[in-house]
């Protein structure tokens, strides 16, 4: 059983407390949970619902004069049928079909994050409406995980529009998000955009708040602002016989490294005292026991 200070609440209290010491490229940002859905342009709302058909609200978006539309479509692919996909409004000059990787695996498609050259999409599906049917040759996408951003918090965070952060969402299943890409304008709102994949695999809703990051710190800093945190820093140990006595809060890699040089069998620490996953993996290695006593 993990000790008191090694349980995954005080870990992840110490890491938040270590993040926010970044100062200003932090901020905590709502997330919205985006299910499969369509833009659609107008020459395919017009073929599926009839000509000069306009959508009607079902509930606004928290993006500004973006809403849930009533209009919903089936989406057929080469293996399978996803109904009742909804459509948002207003109307696009393009139509894009947003799917998660379950979705596409479901009904035969192959798409993938629209990065680089690949941004369009690709096609292989056919939108169906009560009043008629188009097949795309493109715009069919899994997107990526997106953070829109109005050019306050953009410049608070120190980012522009193409960049990458990363986003801490806390809970049962606490993660950190890599490749959050950035989108900045004036018409929208803070938002953290995650689909459903993504938010099922790590227990996320929409509207809970998750902590963006400018940059991900590497292991060593994040250890480093941990020691200032707990006061670690400047702790002296001491090495009698082939035990190492250490003294910290925290034992990192690199401790376990300098007591092997000083040629140590054994690590003792103190109850309480956070043993990261490296410097146990380090310790088994160099056939050094970590013991709390």
Request: net charge negative; aromatic share 6%; glycine share 10%.
């Amino acid at each position: 059983m993990a000790n008191d200070g090694d349980s995954l609440e005080s870990r992840v209290s110490i890491l938040i407390d270590a993040f926010l010491k970044i100062g200003e490229r932090a901020a905590y940002v709502p997330v919205g949970v985006s299910a499969r859905h369509i833009h659609i342009s107008r020459e395919h709302l017009d073929i599926t619902f009839g000509m000069g058909y306009e959508l009607v609200s079902y509930k606004p978006l928290l993006q500004p004069g973006q809403f849930a539309a009533e209009e919903r479509v089936t989406v057929a692919g080469p293996s399978g049928v996803l109904k009742d996909v909804r459509i948002l409004g207003p109307v696009r000059s393009s139509t894009q079909v947003e799917l998660s990787i379950t979705d596409c695996l479901e009904i035969g498609v192959d798409a993938y994050l629209p990065k680089g050259d690949y941004k369009e999409g690709v096609g292989g599906i056919t939108i169906i409406g009560p009043m008629g049917s188009v097949t795309l040759d493109r715009g069919v996408i899994v997107a990526q995980r997106h953070l829109h951003t109005t050019p306050t918090l953009a410049d608070r965070l120190g980012v522009n529009t193409g960049d990458e952060v990363c986003a801490y969402l806390g809970g049962d299943r606490s993660a950190i998000l890599y490749g959050v890409l950035v989108r900045v304008s004036e018409d929208f709102a803070d938002e953290l955009h995650l689909d459903t994949d993504e938010a099922n695999s790590v227990m996320a809703k929409s509207g809970q708040n998750a902590l963006v990051f400018r940059s991900m710190p590497l292991p060593d800093e994040i250890y480093r602002m941990m020691r200032e945190l707990m006061g670690d820093e400047g702790r002296e140990s001491k090495v009698a016989g082939s035990d190492w006595y250490f003294e910290g809060k925290l034992l990192t890699e690199t401790d376990v490294v300098n007591a092997s040089k000083k040629g140590a069998r054994r690590i003792r620490v103190r109850r309480g005292c956070i043993i990261t996953p490296l410097s146990r993996e380090r310790a088994s290695l160099l056939s050094i026991e970590i013991i709390i006593s």
